[in-house]
């Protein structure tokens, strides 16, 4: 299949475009790489209001696929010897989690700790979202939500994936390198990657340059999200960024330029009991029988997947635009459909 022309892989990606938006969303933008050749597709509309189309470039709320930025730059302080994978919480950030002792770092990449999902205390969706929407929130009020409740599992025995555990690697970032998390995203991958377009926005509620606008849909209307606080997400969920710039960084990792082959190996191996989800990483087989890793996400009005297959040489971004939200069955068919072309 790698030989494939490229009209097959441009029908390809604008058939799954065109799907997506069939399933709900308002809109959508595909970037696919396959053998060094770039294909794009949009499909939809950027502004409802506006009839305004996507535009191949525009920026968006990557949500949860900030999770391997954070999980890299873990891994980076692991090879500088600032701190181990089986290091206790409770050693770097004492009395914040009431289990650290037993908790570790390699548990909350893998979402292994049995924190509570904080989220499960202040819903996103509908009404409830207005609540929240434009607030402040520091990390540590938000972890207090999870460690309000009791753990889910015994730390290291399931596996539940929980925001919360990426709120705490941030936090630990902060502690160990002495700034915070988004500055060493910020200059450990964005800027040697050369990442213009991405960013850490802390509190702005605005997205900058171009982009499409995030919609939900409350009572059979749309409702535009797109301005937010993002602190609500932080180290979870936060980040900005285009299709373009996330496929730098999916390139870059994979073909060993932020990470040794020992702790990418270590990023990418899953246990057997955590569904296919490694150190900041999801990895899944494709119909094809191609592997990939990387990262989908959702966040109120915007889903995104980034992943590529163990070679690099395949590799697909996406970003839409919720509106009636096509949910995570859209996410894995844009990943076989592309990949598999």
Same mark, same amino acid.
Request: with cysteine; charged share 20%; glycine share 10%.
């Given at each position: 299949? &790698? ?26 933008? &595909? #970037? ?8 794009? !597709? ?70 292994? %700790? ?45 596996? %539940? ?11 630990? &970032? ?16 964005? @800027? ?13 509620? #605005? ?5 499409? #606008? ?6 059979? %209307? ?15 969920? @936060?980040? &900005?960024?285009?299709? !373009? ?32 989800? !490694? ?39 996406? %970003? ?12 894995? !068919? ?8």
């Amino acid at each position: 299949m &790698i030989g494939r022309s490229p009209l097959v892989v441009d029908r390809a990606i604008e058939q799954a475009a065109q799907e997506i938006v069939g399933q709900g969303a308002t809109g959508v933008q &595909i #970037r696919s790489v396959r053998d060094g050749g770039v294909r794009t !597709a949009s499909a939809g509309l950027a502004d409802v209001v506006a009839k305004s189309p996507v535009h191949d470039e525009g920026r968006f709320r990557i949500g949860s696929a900030t999770k391997p930025f954070v999980a890299t730059v873990l891994l980076q302080l692991v090879a500088e010897h600032r701190l181990r994978l089986d290091d206790p919480i409770e050693y770097h950030l004492p009395g914040l989690l009431p289990d650290g002792k037993t908790i570790t770092v390699r548990m909350l990449l893998q979402h292994t %700790s049995g924190l509570y999902e904080y989220l499960r205390s202040m819903p996103l969706t509908n009404d409830d979202f207005a609540k929240y929407r434009f607030k402040h929130f520091e990390p540590e009020d938000l972890v207090g939500l999870a460690t309000a409740k009791p753990l889910d599992f015994r730390p290291g025995t399931a596996y %539940s994936y929980a925001n919360t555990n990426y709120l705490v690697l941030g936090m630990l &970032i902060e502690r160990i390198a002495g700034r915070p998390w988004g500055a060493e995203v910020t200059e450990r991958i964005f @800027a040697p990657l050369r990442m213009d377009h991405s960013s850490v926005p802390g509190d702005r509620i #605005r997205i900058p340059g171009k982009h499409a #606008r995030g919609y939900q849909a409350v009572q059979r %209307s749309l409702v535009d999200v797109t301005e937010m606080n993002p602190s609500l997400a932080g180290s979870a969920g @936060a980040l &900005i960024s285009t299709t !373009a710039d996330l496929d730098k960084f999916i390139r870059a990792l994979v073909g060993g330029r932020l990470l040794s082959r020992p702790l990418l190996a270590e990023m990418t191996r899953p246990l057997p009991f955590t569904e296919g989800y !490694a150190l900041g990483l999801e990895t899944r087989t494709t119909p094809c029988g191609v592997t990939v890793i990387g990262h989908s996400g959702g966040i109120p009005g915007y889903g995104t997947v980034a992943f590529t297959s163990l070679d690099g040489n395949r590799r697909v971004v996406a %970003s839409w635009t919720h509106g009636h939200d096509p949910g995570n069955d859209a996410a894995r !068919a844009v990943i076989d459909k592309v990949i598999c072309a």
